[in-house]
């Protein structure tokens, strides 16, 4: 057992967490879309005009905040009238980013827009700027978005939706410097300036344009996109810079979900951990160009990337999960929370049957894996007031950033949510925390823990489950343990 001593100050108000920092990533990729989230009207599978219905509970339960779609890169391939209209009409094509199988179109603008409105979530649409054009987008938003007479909006009554939709984000382009078009990033501020200028507000809606940012730690790529983004008029042109970052120590090796050793286990989370360099390093470039902090910092795409599992597809990325992915999403959570005055939005790669998913399928089968129950438990952190929390800590690996405890802690009407790993696989932690400028009576708690190799699958789908764990306060102090492997909401009142 390890003593930590923690403190908290509601009075030291960090920033605002938006709910989009629990935000998701849905691809046409694998069976993300089809087999996953959809299958179709005629699936036995209990479906709402095709998307399934545990699914749709499940993303409900987590309060889901935002869904990006239709990549990654399948975006910058995808042509978005092939996906409207009489579905056995529907273009086929060929999806040449992953695994080269057909793509039906049976999913598209509609059945996306529906799949928002059922979870509740706001869409997030990334634009085909590498193969589309300017017109292209700008009727897609059009289309979406105008209550106008148009020949956009009039084809969207057509096919069978009168009312437009709301659109807030939208992404100009996916990883332009890579399977986005192979661009540099003077050329992409050009194009994104070009393509953003004709993705105008109809009737109401306001969109939130969100330019590519950099692939990990290429600074360049912030440096240049900052200083461009403005327009002739000094105007910034732009609501926010994606980032991209996968968990991946070594690109050619990408390890095994299941089958792990510590010490693979412990250079994945010092690679998680540099999330947060990462982050205040792109920071101090915003901030030179943009003081104000106008611009957002935007992760819609990060978590772990494993070798397939045996005799999968080799590019469709499903891979399992266990409560080692449980404590990257602890830890890359908690990094988003504590940088919640830049971070704005974060979206985990992939939703459902993809790198690190919260949820698994086998035909009718359904499991919520242990990310999922993360993100369970730090629901309460979205549209909370991020507030100054410090804690003891001590680093677990010789030359390497792997400290024992994360945490983040925040406020929403006169509830404290308080959340923590411990990322030790040997030895518990016993917190002592002090908590000011907050009336703290009680406290409840959750937990997620369990062997680290631990993992929901379809024959035993609770392994790794959510219980009630004990919590008190006496004089303004919390005192708790944490089990090794664990994830821990606090909830104080
Ligand atoms: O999430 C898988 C892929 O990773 C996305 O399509 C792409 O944007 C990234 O390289």
């Known amino acids: 057992m390890k003593s930590f001593d923690m403190l908290i100050n509601a009075a030291d108000v960090k920033g605002h967490i938006n709910r989009e920092i629990y935000g998701h990533f849905s691809e046409h990729l694998g069976r993300c879309i089809y087999n996953g989230i959809y299958v179709g009207e005629d699936s036995p599978i209990p479906n709402?005009?095709?998307?399934?219905?545990?699914?749709?509970?499940?993303?409900?339960?987590?309060?889901?905040?935002?869904?990006?779609?239709?990549?990654?890169?399948?975006?910058?391939e995808y042509h978005w009238r092939d996906g409207i209209g009489d579905k056995s009409k529907r273009k086929k094509m060929i999806n040449t980013n992953w695994g080269g199988v057909t793509e039906d179109n049976s999913f598209g603008t509609h059945e996306f827009m529906e799949l928002c409105e059922l979870v509740?979530?706001?869409?997030?649409?990334?634009?085909?700027?590498?193969?589309?054009t300017v017109h292209e987008?700008?009727?897609?938003?059009?289309?979406?978005?105008?209550?106008?007479?148009?020949?956009?909006?009039?084809?969207?009554?057509?096919?069978?939706?009168?009312?437009?939709?709301?659109?807030?984000?939208?992404?100009?382009?996916?990883?332009?410097?890579?399977?986005?078009?192979?661009?540099?990033?003077?050329?992409?501020?050009?194009?994104?300036?070009?393509?953003?200028?004709?993705?105008?507000?109809?009737?109401?809606?306001?969109?939130?344009?969100?330019?590519?940012?950099?692939?990990?730690?290429?600074?360049?790529?912030?440096?240049?996109?900052?200083?461009?983004?403005?327009?002739?008029?000094?105007?910034?042109?732009?609501?926010?810079?994606?980032?991209?970052?996968y968990s991946i120590p070594d690109w050619n090796n990408k390890g095994h979900a299941l089958e792990f050793t510590e010490d693979e286990y412990k250079v994945l989370l010092n690679t998680v951990n540099f999330t947060d360099e990462l982050i205040t390093r792109n920071k101090e470039i915003m901030n030179r160009y943009d003081p104000e902090g106008k611009i957002a910092l935007i992760v819609d795409e990060w978590g772990t990337w494993?070798?397939?599992?045996?005799?999968?597809?080799?590019?469709?990325?499903?891979?399992?999960?266990?409560?080692?992915?449980?404590?990257?999403?602890?830890?890359?959570?908690?990094?988003?929370?504590?940088?919640?005055?830049?971070?704005?939005?974060?979206?985990?790669?992939?939703?459902?049957?993809?790198?690190?998913?919260?949820?698994?399928?086998?035909?009718?089968?359904?499991?919520?894996?242990?990310?999922?129950?993360?993100?369970?438990?730090?629901?309460?952190?979205?549209?909370?007031?991020?507030?100054?929390?410090?804690?003891?800590?001590?680093?677990?690996?010789?030359?390497?950033?792997?400290?024992?405890?994360?945490?983040?802690?925040?406020?929403?009407?006169?509830?404290?949510?308080?959340?923590?790993?411990?990322?030790?696989?040997?030895?518990?932690?016993?917190?002592?925390?002090t908590i000011c400028g907050f009336d703290a009576k009680a406290a409840s708690a959750r937990i997620l823990t369990g062997e680290v190799h631990s993992h929901n699958d379809f024959d035993t789908p609770d392994t790794v489950h959510i219980d009630p764990?004990?919590?008190?306060?006496?004089?303004g102090v919390l005192k708790i343990k944490l089990p090794a492997c664990s994830v821990v909401e606090v909830t104080v009142k």
């Open 48 to 76: 709402i005009h095709g998307i399934r219905k545990d699914i749709v509970e499940a993303f409900r339960q987590i309060k889901l905040p935002v869904l990006r779609w239709p990549g990654g890169c399948f975006a910058d």
């Open 120 to 132: 509740g979530c706001e869409p997030y649409i990334a634009g085909n700027v590498g193969s589309g």
């Open 137 to 245: 987008l700008s009727e897609w938003i059009e289309y979406i978005t105008s209550d106008c007479v148009s020949p956009a909006a009039d084809e969207r009554r057509r096919n069978g939706r009168e009312k437009p939709w709301k659109l807030k984000y939208l992404g100009i382009g996916n990883e332009n410097w890579g399977c986005g078009g192979n661009m540099d990033a003077e050329f992409y501020s050009g194009v994104y300036k070009q393509f953003q200028s004709f993705c105008k507000d109809h009737s109401g809606n306001h969109l939130f344009k969100i330019a590519c940012g950099p692939s990990g730690s290429d600074y360049n790529w912030t440096e240049v996109i900052m200083k461009k983004l403005r327009n002739p008029a000094n105007m910034w042109t732009a609501d926010g810079i994606s980032l991209h970052f």
């Open 306 to 433: 494993f070798d397939v599992e045996e005799g999968t597809n080799p590019g469709f990325l499903y891979q399992q999960n266990t409560m080692r992915d449980a404590i990257v999403a602890a830890i890359s959570l908690n990094i988003f929370n504590r940088h919640c005055d830049r971070v704005k939005m974060a979206n985990i790669a992939q939703i459902v049957n993809v790198l690190q998913a919260i949820i698994l399928t086998e035909g009718e089968k359904m499991i919520k894996t242990p990310t999922y129950h993360v993100f369970d438990l730090f629901k309460e952190h979205q549209e909370g007031e991020c507030v100054y929390c410090w804690h003891e800590n001590e680093n677990t690996a010789d030359g390497l950033n792997v400290p024992m405890i994360s945490s983040s802690a925040s406020v929403k009407d006169g509830v404290m949510t308080i959340t923590a790993a411990n990322c030790s696989l040997h030895d518990e932690a016993e917190i002592s925390c």
């Open 469 to 475: 764990y004990a919590a008190e306060i006496t004089n």
